[in-house]
């Protein structure tokens, strides 16, 4: 355990300046490009459902726990898209104008 964390020293402290910097720049977003900002977070987890579809391609068919990860991650990446886009759409209806 202790070896992962030396060898990979670099890796995990970029994940943490990320995580700082993400906290940093989502947490000055105005309320009003909320919505626009999900959306296209939304629209860049589709990246998520191809990088799992390319892993579950270089699988080994008998390595069942990486297929099923991969399974679970495509379902949820995919709702995740779709879902996000739904949200978007219903919150973008509240301002156009009635007929």
Sequence with gaps: MIEFFTENKDMI???????FVGVEVIGKVPAVLHTPLMSGANAIHGVVVVGAILLMLNTEADNYLALGLG???VFLGTLNVVGGFVVT???LEMF????
Excluded: G, P, S, Y
């Design 13 to 19: 402290f970029i994940v943490i300046l990320m995580i």
């Design 71 to 73: 399974t679970v991650a």
């Design 89 to 91: 759409d219903r919150m």
């Design 96 to 99: 156009k104008k009635r007929k």
